[in-house]
């Protein structure tokens, strides 16, 4: 029986071999496919059972070995919604049953893939080039926090994002020991020259905690002027997004050496109406003493910040709008030129606005960047880890499904990077499958010489009974 058994050993060794070359083409096939897991071939001899002085090599069998956890080459695509896992991982995909719009139907089932060339379609989803639907969980533009804890597919579309209302002005600036005022200037050897003086006006300008009305009306315009510094400008919203810019001006009231304690005392001002006549309001006191120490500390308010009050400039209601220094953000030290040096005003309102791009972070945020400079997180991707990705079962476009032997999903990128902007290409390797398939060839040309030897020698066999 051993000739026998040979041709079947013979036969089984041609199957392994023909297995083994139909992964090889396979590779070598998808060599360009974005996301492609090559499959090797794994081989293993079927033994006998026989007495141990007559034991036989055996015939062989074949079994794929995948590689879904060797990362192909990352290639930069310049499409912001492309993304790559540069790690472990794969990204949690769904597929599409029926429907269009909003009114899509997907199977609701997570499957996974390393195919990362996501693109927006027509009705705001995520897909890639083989038709899966990316999944996350969105995010609350305004609080920043997760919606939900079940990955869905996101859908993000070109709504506008609302416009924020003007709550805080961040100033830091230093303020000149010696105001450069022009009254100051013109004078510069009369003592307190550079200092606010109420006696000139019909209404006194002075904040409400120094006795005054805190106003400064139209005809006053160019005396109030001439006894303070411009402190810089900003723009502000109210809450429909309307923007209204908002001018400071800063002025002396006392000096440390006038009126004791040892503070210098400052009144902010803002434009109101710079265009007011007679007695029409056009600038207005912040209603609080500024005062700073010998070291030109700021010693009060003890917050650090000045609430603006109430008013209407050009038609835009101003409200609730605070001026934060930070404490230390806002100073009082010689400056030669006796001008404020704003080193920053920045302040946290904005506009409405539109969706202009979209970017993947390295950590699995889909990025938003609006018309009105907004840059907010508007989604987590959902990345999915297995302690088996090589027991993926593999579905047609690069996707994989969970199996027993993989085990349950880890949600989590781990120590795992998003690049977008990249994809992932293929991890097979032309070269090293030109080899393979040359020793599959040999093998297989091999294994048809024993199945020709074993012929002739059962002709040799048939012979003698001739």
């Given at each position: 029986?051993g000739?026998?058994?040979?041709l079947?050993?013979?036969?089984?060794?041609?199957?392994a071999?023909?297995?083994a070359l139909?992964?090889?083409?396979?590779?070598i096939?998808?060599?360009?496919?974005?996301?492609?897991k090559r499959?090797?071939t794994?081989?293993?001899?079927l033994v006998?059972?026989s007495?141990?002085?007559?034991?036989?090599?055996g015939?062989?069998?074949?079994?794929?070995?995948?590689t879904?956890s060797i990362?192909?080459?990352?290639?930069?695509?310049?499409?912001d919604t492309n993304?790559?896992?540069?790690?472990?991982?794969?990204?949690?995909?769904?597929?599409?049953?029926?429907?269009?719009?909003?009114?899509?139907?997907?199977?609701?089932?997570?499957?996974y893939t390393?195919?990362?060339?996501?693109?927006?379609?027509?009705?705001?989803?995520?897909?890639?080039?083989?038709?899966?639907?990316?999944?996350?969980?969105?995010?609350?533009?305004v609080?920043g926090?997760?919606?939900?804890?079940?990955p869905e597919?996101?859908?993000?579309?070109?709504?506008?994002?609302?416009?924020?209302?003007?709550?805080?002005?961040?100033y830091?600036?230093?303020?000149p020991?010696?105001?450069?005022?022009?009254?100051?200037?013109?004078?510069?050897?009369?003592?307190?020259?550079?200092?606010?003086?109420?006696?000139?006006f019909?209404?006194?300008?002075?904040?409400?905690?120094?006795?005054?009305?805190?106003?400064?009306?139209g005809?006053?315009?160019?005396?109030?002027?001439?006894?303070?510094?411009?402190?810089?400008?900003?723009?502000?919203?109210?809450?429909?997004?309307k923007a209204?810019?908002?001018?400071?001006?800063?002025?002396?009231?006392?000096?440390?050496?006038?009126?004791?304690?040892?503070?210098?005392?400052?009144?902010l001002?803002?434009?109101?109406?710079?265009?007011?006549?007679?007695?029409?309001?056009?600038?207005?006191?912040?209603?609080?003493?500024?005062t700073?120490?010998?070291?030109?500390?700021?010693?009060a308010?003890?917050?650090?910040?000045?609430?603006?009050?109430?008013?209407?400039?050009?038609g835009?209601?101003?409200?609730?709008?605070?001026?934060?220094t930070?404490?230390?953000?806002l100073?009082?030290?010689?400056d030669v030129?006796g001008?404020i040096?704003?080193r920053?005003?920045?302040?946290?309102?904005?506009?409405?606005?539109?969706?202009?791009?979209?970017?993947?972070?390295?950590d699995?945020?889909?990025?938003?960047?609006?018309s009105?400079?907004?840059?907010?997180?508007?989604?987590q991707?959902?990345v999915?880890?297995?302690?088996?990705?090589n027991?993926?079962?593999?579905?047609?476009?690069?996707?994989?499904?969970?199996?027993?032997?993989?085990?349950?999903?880890?949600?989590?990128?781990?120590?795992s990077?998003?690049?977008?902007?990249?994809?992932?290409?293929?991890?097979?390797d032309?070269?090293?499958e030109?080899?393979?398939?040359?020793?599959?060839?040999?093998a297989?040309?091999a294994?048809?010489?024993v199945i020709?030897?074993?012929?002739?020698?059962?002709?040799?066999?048939?012979?003698?009974?001739?």
């Amino acid at each position: 029986m051993g000739v026998f058994s040979a041709l079947t050993t013979a036969v089984s060794g041609m199957q392994a071999q023909s297995y083994a070359l139909e992964n090889i083409s396979g590779n070598i096939a998808n060599s360009r496919t974005a996301g492609f897991k090559r499959v090797d071939t794994t081989f293993s001899d079927l033994v006998p059972d026989s007495a141990l002085n007559r034991q036989l090599s055996g015939s062989v069998t074949a079994y794929s070995q995948a590689t879904n956890s060797i990362q192909g080459d990352l290639t930069a695509t310049r499409i912001d919604t492309n993304a790559a896992i540069n790690g472990d991982g794969f990204f949690v995909v769904d597929q599409r049953l029926s429907g269009l719009g909003s009114n899509t139907q997907f199977s609701n089932s997570n499957l996974y893939t390393r195919r990362g060339d996501f693109d927006f379609d027509a009705n705001g989803y995520l897909v890639n080039g083989a038709g899966y639907y990316l999944k996350g969980l969105k995010i609350d533009t305004v609080t920043g926090q997760l919606i939900g804890t079940q990955p869905e597919v996101l859908r993000i579309t070109k709504e506008q994002f609302p416009a924020k209302a003007t709550t805080s002005i961040e100033y830091r600036a230093n303020i000149p020991a010696r105001p450069g005022t022009n009254n100051a200037n013109s004078n510069p050897t009369v003592a307190g020259s550079e200092l606010l003086n109420p006696a000139g006006f019909t209404s006194n300008p002075l904040s409400t905690t120094e006795g005054g009305t805190g106003i400064v009306i139209g005809s006053e315009i160019t005396n109030f002027l001439n006894q303070s510094i411009p402190g810089g400008s900003v723009t502000v919203y109210d809450s429909l997004g309307k923007a209204t810019s908002v001018e400071l001006r800063w002025a002396k009231t006392t000096n440390a050496s006038v009126a004791p304690p040892a503070v210098d005392t400052w009144n902010l001002f803002v434009a109101e109406n710079t265009g007011a006549t007679g007695g029409a309001t056009a600038y207005r006191n912040a209603n609080i003493s500024v005062t700073f120490g010998p070291t030109g500390q700021l010693t009060a308010p003890a917050t650090g910040n000045i609430t603006l009050p109430t008013m209407t400039i050009a038609g835009t209601t101003i409200t609730g709008v605070e001026v934060t220094t930070g404490g230390n953000g806002l100073t009082q030290n010689g400056d030669v030129s006796g001008q404020i040096d704003a080193r920053s005003i920045r302040q946290d309102g904005y506009t409405a606005g539109t969706l202009d791009r979209t970017s993947v972070s390295a950590d699995g945020q889909v990025i938003g960047t609006f018309s009105n400079g907004q840059v907010v997180a508007l989604a987590q991707l959902s990345v999915a880890r297995f302690n088996a990705d090589n027991a993926l079962k593999r579905l047609d476009g690069g996707a994989f499904e969970e199996t027993i032997e993989s085990g349950p999903p880890i949600i989590g990128l781990g120590t795992s990077q998003l690049i977008g902007g990249n994809i992932e290409q293929s991890n097979t390797d032309i070269a090293d499958e030109f080899s393979k398939m040359i020793v599959t060839q040999q093998a297989y040309s091999a294994n048809t010489k024993v199945i020709t030897t074993a012929q002739e020698m059962l002709r040799d066999v048939f012979s003698i009974i001739r």
